[in-house]
C-alpha cells in the first residue's frame, strides 16, 4: 500500500559511505507478514538516485581496484566476524520483515556468512594461470581483473543469503557494487550496509538504492555498470537478462522454479514424507529450491496418506515461535494469486486431498495459508505447470521413473530435483536424466553450498556463468592474457 513519507521511519539510500534520504516522495510500507504491523517505509527512488549511486561507485571504483588483493580480503575476514557476532540479531530482522521461522532464518544468515568465507579466499581464487615457453623463449600468463561497477537486484525470500551470494565476491574481485534489494524486504539489506562499513569497506565501494523497477531499468540501463547479477521470478528475470544483455552487460539472471520430487516404491517412506513436508511447506513454500511437485512413482497411496497425516499435524503461525514450521506467505496480494491457484486446479480437475484454506479463519492476524495438497495433478494442469510460490503441493502419478523423468523434462523450469529411493540403479538413471541443475539424492533441499555453483537450467536461469564457486569468480573478473619473450 502506498503512504506518504513520515508517517513511520523512512529508510535511507547508502550511497558514497553516507545514509542519504532518496530524492522521491513515494514510499511503500515494510510490513511484518505475521502480524502486519508496519516496520518502516521503503523509498521509491528515483533515476536520479540510481545515477548519485552509480557515480559514486565508479569513483570509487578507481581506486578500489588498486587495492591489493589480501587487504581486501581482510576485509571479508573482519566482516565475515561481525555477521557471526550478530548471528541471531540479522535472524529476527529477517523473521520480521520475510516471516520465514527463525530456525530457517538462522540457516539463512549462516549461508550467507559461508559467502562471505567463500569471498574472502580472494587471494587464491583470483590467482592467474601460467605457462613458460609455450614457443621458443615465449611464456604466456593469464590475470584476473575487475570489470567496474556491478549492479545487483535482490527478491524477497532471501534478505541475507542472496545480496550475500553477490557483493562480496564481486567487491573482493575489485568491483564495486549497487545494490537494489527488494522493496519487501529492504531493512535487513541496511544492516548489512552498516555492518559492512564497521569492517573497514571504503565509501562507495557498497551502495544500497531502495525502489522498484524504475531503479531496475536505471541499473540495466546504466552506460557505467558493466555486469548485472539478478534474482527473482521468472518473466522479470528473463527482461532484466534481455535488457542488460542488449546493452552489452554480462548477466546471470536466476529466476523460479518448479521442483520435482521423485518418490521411488522402495523410499523410507518416513524419511521422504519428512522431506518433502519440510521442503514444501517450509517458509511457506517461498524458496527458489521448495519442492512444489512430488512425482509418486507407482501405486503408492501409504506415502500420500502419511504425507497429509504429516501436513494435518503441522504448527501454523508466528516465525517467532519455536514450534513452528509453516509461516505466513509475504503479502495479502500473494496469497491471493495462490488462492488464484488453488481455484483453477480444481477447475482443471485436480483432486484436493487438503485443503489450506480453511486455516485462513482461524489465522486472521497473518497473510496465512494452510498446507495444500492437489492428488492426481496431470503434467498439462496450470497448478502444475506455474510457479505458485505458496504451500500449495501437486502430487503426480507415475508408472515408471521413466514416465516421471518424462514430466520434469517437459517442465519449463530446471532449479532443482530430487529422488527419494536407495535404488542404485534408479539413483544413476535419475543423474543422468532429470532435466535439472541441483539434484538431491534423498535430500530434500539440494541447494549448492558457496564453493559451488547454484546452478538452474531452462527457464530457471539466463545467462551462462552461476552464482557462486568458480562461475561467480569469472563473472565478475575478465581475463588479460599477455605473451612475453626477452630474447633480444
Ligand atoms: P520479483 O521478480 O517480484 O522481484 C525481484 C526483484 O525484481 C525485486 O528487487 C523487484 O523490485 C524487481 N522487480 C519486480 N518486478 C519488476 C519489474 N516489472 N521490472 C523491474 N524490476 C522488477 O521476485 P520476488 O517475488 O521478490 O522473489 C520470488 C521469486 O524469486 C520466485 O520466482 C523465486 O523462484 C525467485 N528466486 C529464484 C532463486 C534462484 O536461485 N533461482 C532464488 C531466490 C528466489
Not at 359 to 372: A, N, R, S, W
Amino acid at each position: 500500500m502506498a503512504v506518504t513519507k513520515n508517517e513511520t521511519t523512512l529508510l535511507k539510500n547508502f550511497i558514497n559511505g553516507q545514509w542519504v534520504k532518496a530524492e522521491s516522495h513515494e514510499a511503500l510500507e515494510v510490513q511484518n507478514p505475521a502480524t502486519r504491523e508496519i516496520l518502516a517505509t521503503v523509498p521509491i527512488s528515483t533515476l536520479q538516485d540510481v545515477n548519485k549511486a552509480v557515480t559514486a561507485a565508479r569513483k570509487a571504483f578507481e581506486s578500489w581496484k588498486d587495492v591489493p588483493v589480501p587487504k581486501r580480503a581482510r576485509i571479508l575476514f573482519k566482516y565475515h566476524h561481525l555477521l557471526t557476532e550478530n548471528h541471531d540479531e540479522l535472524a529476527k530482522l529477517i523473521v520480521l520483515e520475510n516471516g520465514k521461522a527463525f530456525k530457517e532464518a538462522h540457516g539463512e544468515v549462516q549461508r550467507g556468512i559461508e559467502c562471505v568465507e567463500f569471498a574472502a579466499g580472494a587471494p587464491s581464487l583470483m590467482m592467474g594461470e601460467s605457462l613458460s615457453s609455450i614457443a621458443e623463449n615465449i611464456d604466456s600468463e593469464m590475470f584476473r581483473y575487475p570489470l567496474g561497477v556491478v549492479g545487483g537486484i535482490t527478491p524477497y525470500n532471501f534478505p541475507m543469503m542472496v545480496p550475500l551470494w553477490m557483493f562480496p565476491l564481486a567487491v573482493a574481485c575489485g568491483n564495486t557494487f549497487v545494490l537494489k534489494p527488494s522493496e519487501r524486504t529492504p531493512m535487513l539489506a541496511n544492516r548489512l550496509a552498516e555492518l559492512f562499513t564497521e569492517a573497514g569497506a571504503p565509501n562507495g565501494v557498497l551502495n544500497i538504492v531502495h525502489g522498484a523497477h524504475d531503479v531496475v531499468n536505471g541499473l540495466i540501463t546504466h552506460n557505467d555498470i558493466k555486469a548485472i547479477s539478478f534474482v527473482g521470478s521468472q518473466p522479470v528475470a528473463k527482461y532484466v537478462y534481455e535488457q542488460a544483455a542488449s546493452k552489452g552487460k554480462r548477466v546471470q539472471a536466476l529466476s523460479g522454479a518448479k521442483n520435482h520430487h521423485f518418490v521411488m516404491p522402495d523410499a523410507d517412506m518416513e524419511k521422504a514424507v519428512n522431506h518433502v513436508i519440510s521442503s514444501a511447506y517450509g517458509s511457506a513454500g517461498q524458496r527458489c529450491m521448495a519442492c512444489s511437485a512430488v512425482v509418486v512413482i507407482g501405486d503408492n497411496d501409504e506415502f500420500v496418506s502419511e504425507l497429509k497425516k504429516k501436513a494435518d499435524e503441522l504448527h501454523i503461525g508466528n516465525g517467532m515461535d519455536e514450534e513452528v514450521l509453516l509461516t505466513p506467505v509475504i503479502r495479502k496480494e500473494h496469497r491471493e494469486k495462490a488462492l488464484r491457484y488453488i481455484e483453477k486446479g480444481i477447475e482443471e480437475g485436480a483432486d484436493l486431498i487438503r485443503d489450506g484454506r480453511k486455516e485462513m479463519d482461524i489465522m486472521t492476524e497473518g497473510h496465512y495459508l494452510g498446507p495444500t495438497i492437489f492428488d492426481y495433478v496431470s503434467p498439462d494442469m496450470t497448478i502444475a505447470k506455474e510457479e505458485i510460490f505458496a504451500p500449495v503441493l501437486s502430487l503426480l502419478r507415475a508408472k515408471d521413473l521413466d514416465e516421471g523423468l518424462d514430466y520434469l523434462r517437459k517442465s519449463r523450469f530446471g532449479n532443482g530435483a530430487t529422488i527419494y529411493t536407495k535404488d542404485a540403479k534408479a539413483v544413476r538413471q535419475f543423474r543422468e536424466e532429470a532435466d535439472a541443475g541441483m539434484l538431491g539424492i534423498n535430500v530434500g533441499v539440494p541447494a549448492t553450498m558457496a564453493f559451488f555453483p547454484f546452478s538452474g537450467w531452462k527457464d530457471s536461469f539466463y545467462g551462462d556463468m552461476h552464482v557462486n564457486g568458480k562461475d561467480g569468480v569469472n563473472f565478475y573478473t575478465r581475463k588479460k592474457m599477455i605473451t612475453s619473450r626477452f630474447d633480444f
